[in-house]
């Protein structure tokens, strides 16, 4: 069984340099400042990532944070191949962007 909802809604959450649909998306998704969680296109979540700051393994504690959110798919401007690796195992979709989150959904 996969992570869609009987309606098929996808949450998706997108790096972001701030708080809004406005906001770049951020160039680094693990040390991104916020992910915004998006169903059907509407916000539904904003999160500070506790994870910007600080050692090693962000990518992996950041895609942890998400699946716990049951995001199907991260948007960010780079992906660090331990963050790849740990999107794989968790069965966490991603995709490479860049410009201002609205333009993604």
């Known amino acids: 069984m996969n992570r869609y909802s009987i309606l098929n ?11 809004t ?6 160039e680094v998704a693990g040390r991104a400042q916020y992910y915004l969680i998006f169903e059907d296109k509407k916000l539904v979540k904003t999160m500070n990532n506790p994870f910007r700051v600080g ?5 992996n504690s950041v895609t942890r944070m998400l699946a716990n ?3 199907d798919k991260i948007i960010a401007g780079h992906f660090g ?3 790849i690796d ?20």
């Open 69 to 71: 959110e049951k995001v």
């Open 86 to 105: 740990a999107m794989k195992e968790s069965g966490v979709k991603s995709k490479v962007a860049t410009g201002k989150v609205k333009e993604v959904l």
């Open 81 to 83: 191949s331990k963050m």
């Open 21 to 26: 649909e406005d906001s770049e998306i951020s």
């Open 55 to 59: 050692g090693g393994g962000a990518g």
């Open 9 to 19: 809604t996808m949450r998706l959450a997108i790096a972001s340099k701030g708080k």
